[in-house]
């Protein structure tokens, strides 16, 4: 009790503030990539032509049957189902297309058999047709392979330095704005790194995937670009006319 019967109310405990920074690993840790690798065993590391094959014509299968349903029996449904049949029509091809490009993607690395002509060959096929450059990937990809993390030199997603933010970048800390950078990267930000490298390093002249003189790629590597640039207008003059 104090003067004139009020009690003390004790000061509420001070919160900690939230640092980020704190999370972040600073040290090495106590184990090296080739420690980690030995820890696997060696049967992971194996290759197998026939397995591969088998998931793409799974693949291929699950994507005809849905191309088929879609286009034989959608068009018969009452209104309004047909605004709900196609939606997930869409997301369940596109899942499966997803799997191309990823089967194609573990190609660049040549993750699909033990020949590198067939991975290639296969890897161009499927990309080819989802209209990725397969061999300017390919190359651009190991190099984000061999230098992930790294400002300097990694290839793709490079994070900026606090002083090279934009004034606008602070408003987009929140959860709308993270929503409308995730928008336009799943939408535009695939398209704009093939054309203009975006989120890439800087060059000193424009970075494109179908430049075969571009900065991103060797002289050795000219060639397969222009056969993935080939590759990318057959597919587009294969598209239905009219």
């Known amino acids: 009790m104090g003067a004139g019967g009020r009690t ?6 001070k919160k900690p503030e939230f640092n980020p920074l704190k999370r972040v690993p600073c040290s090495k840790p106590p184990f090296t990539l080739c420690q980690i690798k030995k820890a696997i065993p060696p049967h992971c590391f194996k290759r197998f032509v026939l397995r591969s094959f088998s998931y793409l014509i799974y693949d291929l299968v699950l994507a005809s049957l849905f191309y088929y349903v879609a286009t034989n029996y ?9 605004y709900v049949a196609w939606p997930i029509y869409w997301a369940m091809q596109g899942c499966i297309f997803t799997a191309f490009w990823a089967l194609a ?4 690395h040549q993750a699909f058999s ?4 067939l991975d290639d060959t296969i890897g161009f096929i ?9 061999f300017s990937l390919k190359y651009s990809h190991r190099r984000h392979h061999s230098n992930t993390g790294s400002l300097e030199r990694d290839e793709v997603f490079v994070p900026k330095k606090k002083s090279a933010l934009k004034w606008w ?11 409308l950078e995730i928008s336009i990267q799943l939408t535009l930000g695939w398209p704009l790194y093939l054309l203009f490298n975006i989120t ?3 060059y000193d002249w424009l970075a494109c995937h179908y430049d075969p003189y571009g900065p991103i790629f060797s002289d050795r590597q000219r060639l397969q670009i222009y056969v993935s640039d080939a590759g990318m207008l057959f597919t ?4 239905p006319k009219g």
Not at 8 to 13: E, G, K, M, N, Q
Not at 126 to 134: D, I, R
Not at 169 to 179: I, M
Not at 236 to 239: G, K, T, V
């Open 8 to 13: 003390s109310v004790p000061p509420s405990p």
């Open 74 to 82: 959608f068009p018969s449904l009452p209104q309004p189902l047909p």
């Open 105 to 108: 993607h573990e190609c660049g």
């Open 114 to 117: 033990d020949y590198q002509w």
């Open 126 to 134: 499927l990309h080819t047709f989802l209209l990725t450059p397969y």
């Open 169 to 179: 970048a602070k408003h987009f800390n929140n959860p709308l704005g993270r929503f």
């Open 200 to 202: 890439g390093p800087p």
């Open 236 to 239: 587009f003059s294969c598209w």
